[in-house]
């Protein structure tokens, strides 16, 4: 089964905002997590990625948090914008050394003008 | 455009027949990729190759499904007798690396709808 799961099905967000989407995951072992966005009709595209060794990375609009302690990571979107709009998985190897990913259920974004 | 390319985009089929999809990854990605995507989920873990070797499959993939990469280079993804639950998105991605962990490149899939 999974090991990765996001609260939310589905997120709206005001243009301009910034989004925040959420993910937990089962196995304490767990040591690289990737956030992918899938736009309708195309293949999932990486965003960014944290590996067990680190609280926090940033990339361009984007913020990867990871709570060890609880399991937790969220991805934080600055200043959302209408090409936002997407479904955002989670994503990590389900056993160490393993190459292979599992992906979480996806929340979709969706962007109000 | 990741680079990745899928043939064909969409493919409908009777139930019974057999189908054929192509995966060309980035050419110097030594790693090779299917997932399977039903609507509203996640893409689920099919099979993976290192270079010419298919070294897992899930135990999604019956014996219905067969995958090869010759060459090293583009793999085939081969259902046959297909069955309306196959119907789906086949999503082939690529990586390079020696390593765990190294970025998966994803193709735009085949959506495949069976009749």
């Known amino acids: 089964g999974e090991s990765v799961g996001l609260h939310l099905p589905t997120l709206s967000v005001q243009e301009g905002d910034n989004s925040i989407i959420n993910c937990a995951y089962s196995?304490?072992?767990?040591?690289?997590f990737i956030w992918y966005k899938q736009e309708s009709g195309k293949g999932p595209q990486f965003i960014i990625d944290i590996r067990s060794n680190m609280d926090k990375r940033q990339g361009q609009r984007v913020t990867v948090l990871l709570n060890k302690t609880v399991k937790h990571l969220s991805l934080q979107i600055a200043a959302t914008q209408p090409g936002d709009s997407a479904v955002y998985f989670c994503?990590?190897?389900?056993?160490?050394?393993?190459?292979?990913?599992?992906f979480g259920a996806g929340t979709t974004v969706t962007v109000r003008a | 455009d990741t680079g990745v390319s899928q043939d064909p985009r969409h493919k409908i089929t009777k139930r019974g027949q057999n189908v054929t999809f192509r995966c060309d990854p980035i050419?110097?990605?030594?790693?090779l990729y299917w997932y399977r995507q039903t609507l509203g989920q996640g893409p689920e873990f099919l099979t993976y190759?290192?270079?010419?070797?298919?070294l897992e499959k899930s135990r999604l993939l019956s014996d219905r499904f067969s995958a090869e990469r010759p060459k090293g280079s583009f793999s085939t993804l081969e259902i046959q007798r297909t069955e309306q639950g196959d119907s789906a998105m086949y999503l082939c991605?690529?990586?390079w690396g020696q390593g765990i962990n190294n970025e998966q490149f994803f193709g735009p899939g085949t959506r495949l709808t069976v009749l």
């Open positions: 050419s110097e990605h030594n790693r």
């Open positions: 994503a990590e190897p389900p056993r160490t050394n393993d190459y292979k990913l599992s």
């Open positions: 991605a690529s990586s």
């Open positions: 196995n304490s072992a767990s040591d690289y």
């Open positions: 190759f290192q270079n010419e070797a298919q």
